[in-house]
C-alpha cells in the first residue's frame, strides 16, 4: 500500500516548490496539483485543525510557511452557511476535503473612485465536491462567496500566498465595502482584532 500523503508531505512539497521568485500563476499551479494529489491519497485531518467558534465557519491553521510564503488552513462549515461576498489578494487553493462546497465569483464593475464602495456582480457558481480543488487568483479571480449547500458539515482545506489576517468585504445590495479581522479558531488571541462584519 502507498504511504499516505497528508498535511506534512503536502507543506514539504509547497516548501520545496515554491520560492520568492515563483509567480502566483505558478504556486496556483503547484498547491492545486499537490492538493488534488493530497486529497485524493487519503488526507487523514487532525482533529486539532477540526476546532469549533461561534459563526457560520471556523478557520484552523494548519501551516504558515516561515518565510511568509503560503499559509494553509483548514475551515469548518456549518451546514447551509456562508461567508460574506469576500476578496484575499493573493493567490489561493480551496481543496473540498468532506462534503461540498459552492464557490461563487464576482466581478466589480464599478471604477475604484468612492471610497468604501463597490459594485460587484455575480459571474459564476462553481460547485465543488469532496476532492475537488478551485483557485482564487487576482485580479481575475478574487472576488468570492463561498456557501456550504449541504445539511452536513463541510471542511475546506485552503493554501493562500500569504497570511490573511485581514480581508474585504462586499455588499451587493447596498454596494458597501469593509474591512474584516480574521482569526484562527485553533489559535485564539494569537490574531488581534474580532470579525467587525459578519
Ligand atoms: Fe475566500
Redesign the pocket.
Given at each position: 500500500m502507498a504511504a499516505a500523503y497528508g498535511i506534512e508531505g503536502y507543506c514539504r512539497d509547497l516548501t520545496r516548490l515554491i520560492g520568492p521568485d515563483t509567480p502566483a500563476e505558478k504556486c496556483v499551479e503547484i498547491a492545486r496539483e499537490r492538493c488534488a494529489s493530497m486529497l485524493k491519497r487519503g488526507l487523514d485531518l487532525r482533529d486539532e485543525f477540526k476546532v469549533v467558534v461561534p459563526g457560520q465557519y471556523s478557520r484552523n491553521l494548519v501551516h504558515r510557511d516561515p518565510r511568509g510564503l503560503f499559509v494553509v488552513i483548514a475551515l469548518l462549515w456549518k451546514p447551509e452557511t456562508a461567508?460574506a461576498i469576500?476578496d484575499?489578494t493573493t493567490w489561493?487553493v480551496m481543496g473540498t476535503y468532506e462534503s461540498a462546497i459552492e464557490c461563487t465569483n464576482y466581478d466589480r464593475v464599478d471604477d475604484g473612485s468612492t471610497p468604501g464602495m463597490a459594485q460587484v456582480r455575480e459571474r459564476e457558481v462553481i460547485p465543488s465536491g469532496e476532492g475537488n480543488v478551485e483557485i482564487?487568483l487576482p485580479p481575475r479571480v478574487d472576488i468570492?462567496r463561498?456557501r456550504n449547500p449541504t445539511k452536513r458539515r463541510t471542511i475546506t482545506i485552503h493554501t493562500y500566498g500569504r497570511e490573511v489576517d485581514a480581508c474585504n468585504v462586499y455588499d451587493p445590495a447596498t454596494c458597501r465595502m469593509g474591512t474584516v479581522s480574521l482569526r484562527y479558531a485553533n489559535r485564539p488571541g494569537e490574531i488581534p482584532g474580532a470579525s467587525r462584519i459578519g
Open positions: 461567508s469576500h484575499h489561493g482564487v468570492h463561498m
